[in-house]
């Protein structure tokens, strides 16, 4: 299976940025969907963004559209969160998560689609 560590959060002022990143383990890691989410105290994880297996493709929540970019690298096992112009909105407890590519791109925004998920690193925003 795929095992999924996430570094990278912490305390920040709002307008600020934070790069997050989620190590994997597995040979198999580059041909999985990679997806973030995020849980805000008292809320459901949320969808946050999304990137393909061959990072050709791309999806992100609306919410942080223009100021959030998922990246990765599968040389290095890793996906990245780079998270700007934050504000307290963004505080919650980031996941990293890992879907088979055989399911479809289709499937990034959906949360009960994914096979593995990571710790959770906390992001706070202070105004």
């Known amino acids: 299976q795929v095992q999924l560590v996430e570094s990278g959060g912490g305390l920040v002022q709002a307008g600020g940025s934070l790069r997050l990143s989620c190590a994997a383990s597995?040979?198999?890691?580059?041909?999985?969907?990679m997806g973030w989410f995020r849980r805000a105290p008292g809320k459901e994880r949320k969808f946050v963004a999304g990137?393909?297996?061959?990072?050709?493709?791309?999806s992100y929540a609306e919410s942080v559209k223009g100021r959030f970019t998922i990246s990765r690298d599968n040389a290095k096992n890793t996906v990245y969160l780079q998270m700007n112009s934050l504000n307290p909105e963004d505080t919650a407890v980031y996941y990293c998560?890992?879907?088979?590519?055989?399911?479809?791109?289709?499937?990034?925004?959906?949360?009960?689609?994914?096979?593995?998920w990571g710790q959770g690193t906390q992001v706070t925003v202070s105004s």
């Open positions: 597995g040979r198999t890691f580059s041909s999985y969907v």
């Open positions: 998560a890992a879907v088979s590519g055989l399911k479809g791109f289709g499937v990034v925004a959906t949360t009960t689609a994914y096979d593995y």
């Open positions: 990137i393909s297996w061959s990072g050709g493709r791309t």
